[in-house]
């Protein structure tokens, strides 16, 4: 009882969030439960691809932890749809990232159990409420009083992020990378702040917490390498300035873990095909990544010099986190009464570190804007850090406000965010109930995918006159090559080395034949006709 009532508005706080999330939770329950669709959640198949792949062949270890999404079968190798390293076996070896989500992704579906689509799904959900709880945290750590109260700006905070369309969608029927490292990278972020605010009783706790989630953090996406240089630069400058080891310490922990890892990653991307290889293909995605590769005539590249970008950057943001910038407008006017009236803008205190720890996380995200312009401006959940980083600022503005009116003034407040709030929270279900949903061309390309599935054999190239997203694939539980036509088979067959091949044709949407070939003599030849 007396850890309750000393504590007792800090519960009532995780307790309201988890209660939001439920909420959340509950206006996602139509699209937790609907077909994986392969307009929308192609990252999502992507990785349940090598889930799947290493289900069946005995594990991560049997590729030495490195994500694969060649399918067993002669038939399915030398096909490379989503880039990467083949190996010596013809099979592609997914490295634009570092491995840990979709290792993740591996032993998570195995402790949730059931069907692979929905438990991926509730690793999600897990995500997204251990994100908004570490939100509240951070900014609870932030605090200029340790009194025992309820805290608006950390409850403001969760709550954006249960409820704008993006973190919807992405930590549910989504999964890949860019979600994962959110949570991983708030913990860092929570470290760093109970750091600099000395706010931790055992120093080599910390130090051994930035050493382990630097690690994860680090072996998920780029975005926590470049936060993790940037917190190391921040604390070295510290320890110049007042000489104080923790800090030293500190950025010796995260920088050298952070360097580690990517070696790790380098040694284990290495063993595919060797340092050549991996460079070569490295150079050659990040020249497409980066934006700075030149239009071609005819094609858009989504580059620095392409206008359409930024439009497409813009309009993700609207999409993703309308409430959000609509919220970023209105706290300057919240914030101004505060820094005018004198009695209140006295009482503002420790500034400087809460600038620090959002100068650190800006840093960081306009450095991967910077490096991977194309990647950003390409991918709908490029904009997830954005947004997270806006939410952290609404939340720091709003502590500012909160520890400076008396509780009266609070709760006016707490009414303003309120009815600001509520409304959009609305709007933002309702948008993303509208944006994201399976469609009958879902269904018809999901048909198509089971009728190969179907008729197929290991040792047949299969061609498809249709785009194969990964989800296409997965549900054909084929590596699947696209070919508008049989023109061009002969000289393709023998570039896969491939002698038995299936060529599938759709029209409107519809399966209407599949042919059995064969390479004979360098001809090729039809040997079964299938019409449906």
């Known amino acids: 009882m007396k850890q309750w009532r000393e504590h007792k508005f800090h519960l009532i706080s995780l307790l309201l969030i988890f209660l939001l999330f439920l909420l959340s939770v509950h206006v996602r329950k139509d699209k937790l439960s609907q077909p994986l669709s392969q307009q929308y959640a192609w990252v999502t198949a992507h990785t349940l691809m090598t889930v799947q792949i290493w289900d069946e062949t005995g594990g991560p270890a049997g590729t030495s932890f490195i994500p694969v999404y060649t399918y067993e079968g002669a038939g399915n190798k030398g096909i490379a749809p989503l880039g990467g390293v083949m190996g010596k076996n013809g099979k592609m070896h997914y490295t634009s990232y570092p491995p840990f989500s979709f290792l993740l992704a591996y032993y998570g579906i195995q402790m949730i159990g059931g069907n692979p689509v929905s ?16 939100i509240y945290f951070i900014i609870r750590s932030i605090r200029n009083t ?7 700006a950390g409850i403001i905070g969760a709550a954006l992020y249960l409820f704008s369309a993006g973190p919807l969608w992405f930590h549910s029927n989504l999964y890949f990378a860019d979600m994962v490292v959110i949570p991983l990278l708030l913990v860092l972020i929570l470290l760093y702040t109970k750091l600099i605010y000395q706010n931790f009783k055992h120093k080599n706790r910390i130090l051994i917490g930035f050493g382990v989630f630097t690690f994860f ?11 993790a240089g940037f917190a190391s630069l921040f604390l070295l400058i510290k320890y110049l300035s007042n000489r104080k080891r923790i800090w030293l310490q500190a950025a010796l922990v995260i920088g050298l873990t952070a360097l580690c890892t990517i070696g790790l990653t380098i040694v284990q991307y290495c063993s595919i095909q060797g340092w050549d290889e991996l460079l070569e293909v490295s150079i050659n995605k990040y020249q497409e990544r980066s934006g700075f590769q030149k239009n071609q005539e005819g094609i858009e590249t989504f580059g620095w010099r392409s206008s359409i970008s930024y439009t497409l950057m813009k309009e993700h943001l609207n999409q993703n986190f309308a409430m959000v910038i609509n919220l970023l407008g209105i706290i300057p006017f919240l914030l101004l009464p505060v820094v005018i009236w004198k009695k209140t803008r006295l009482k503002i205190e420790k500034l400087a570190p809460k600038i620090e720890i959002l100068s650190v996380i800006f840093l960081a995200i306009i450095t991967h804007y910077l490096l991977f312009f194309n990647f950003n401006s390409l991918h709908n959940f490029g904009n997830l850090k954005t947004g997270l980083f806006m939410i952290l600022l609404i939340s720091v503005v709003i502590l500012i406000i909160e520890e400076v009116i008396n509780w009266r003034l609070r709760i006016a407040l707490a009414a303003i965010l309120f009815y600001i709030i509520v409304p959009r929270s609305l709007l933002e279900v309702k948008r993303f109930d509208g944006l994201f949903s399976y469609t009958d061309s879902d269904a018809k390309l999901d048909q198509m995918a089971l009728t190969i599935k179907k008729y197929s054999h290991d040792e047949q190239t299969v061609f498809v006159n249709v785009w194969a997203t990964p989800g296409f694939m997965y549900k054909a539980h084929r590596n699947v090559f696209l070919l508008r036509d049989t023109s061009r088979l002969t000289p393709i067959m023998k570039f896969l080395k491939t002698e ?13 034949y599949f042919l059995d070939i064969e390479l004979n003599q360098e001809r090729v030849k039809v040997v079964n006709k299938v019409v449906f």
């Open 500 to 512: 038995k091949a299936q060529y599938y044709h759709e029209e409107n949407g519809a399966m209407k």
């Open 119 to 134: 438990s991926i799904r509730t690793l999600g959900l897990i995500l997204h409420l251990c994100s908004a709880f570490l």
């Open 217 to 227: 953090a680090v072996y998920t996406e780029w975005i926590a390498l470049f936060f």
């Open 146 to 152: 340790r009194k025992d109260q309820l805290q608006l």
